[in-house]
């Protein structure tokens, strides 16, 4: 879709008769009278045409990137705005982003979420509790009742675990067993806290199942 606006009096010069695109005329050429503000056509003086593209999000979470020149339009000067939808484009990146740092057995976030949220916590020098954890048994359970009922195992634990942090813990599975939180802003008058949350994970997965053993964890924690 094409906007045309000039640069004195931006009057709109042309646009598409029919947009086909998800966001009104009137919405358009107020987004693009935005964006010639941040210039002040002194481009003009060193060349005949120059563009630049920027991405702006509207309504109802719509995306667009727009290629917006310089140029003279019947002899007046004006800026033309070429606009594409990208919303499609820009959800699957961000779905693809989102898949990169979660592990795909539990839906939580795997050993390169877990690294590089530690960095940046660690950065911002807050006080933090560390627990890492590992699951006691795993190769028996995978050896005696099959790779599937591993799996339960694991997403079982994570689902347990999941229940009893804050939603802004950083919680991770960084290997086959192995697991790790980080509960940030946490005092170290906390351990009772995180003691009784340990125990009482331990508690519920000790129980058996029909199918299972009672299984436990080992956990290491680490204050600051």
């Known amino acids: 879709e094409v906007m045309v606006i000039s640069?004195?009096?931006?009057?709109?010069?042309?646009?598409?008769?029919?947009?086909?695109?998800?966001?009104?005329?009137?919405?358009i050429?107020?987004?693009?009278l935005q964006q010639q503000e941040k210039q002040?056509?002194?481009?003009?003086?060193?060349?005949?045409?120059?563009?630049?593209t920027w991405e702006t999000e509207v309504s109802q979470h719509h995306y667009y990137r727009i290629t917006t020149g310089i140029m003279l339009w019947q002899g007046q000067k004006a800026y033309a705005h070429i606009i594409r939808e990208v919303t499609e484009e820009k959800q699957r990146q961000s779905r693809l982003e989102i898949e990169v740092y979660k592990d795909p057995l539990t839906g939580i976030g795997n050993r390169l979420f877990f690294f590089e949220k530690a960095t940046e916590i660690l950065k911002s020098g807050e006080g933090v509790i560390l627990c890492y954890c590992d699951l006691d048994h795993l190769k028996y359970v995978n050896d005696n009742y099959g790779h599937g009922e591993g799996d339960w195992y694991i997403r079982h634990f994570s689902d347990?675990?999941?229940?009893?942090?804050?939603q802004e813990d950083v919680f991770a599975r960084i290997g086959g067993d192995e697991f790790a939180v980080i509960m940030?802003?946490?005092a170290s008058d906390k351990r009772c806290t995180i003691q009784k949350k340990i125990e009482d994970a331990n508690e519920e997965l000790s129980n058996p199942t029909d199918s299972l053993p009672a299984v436990s964890l080992s956990v290491g924690v680490a204050f600051s």
């Open 160 to 166: 347990i675990v999941s229940c009893n942090i804050r």
């Open 7 to 27: 640069m004195i009096g931006q009057k709109v010069l042309y646009s598409n008769e029919n947009m086909s695109i998800q966001i009104s005329p009137e919405e």
């Open 40 to 52: 002040d056509g002194s481009m003009f003086a060193k060349s005949d045409t120059y563009e630049w």
């Open 29 to 32: 050429y107020q987004l693009c």
């Open 184 to 186: 940030v802003n946490s």
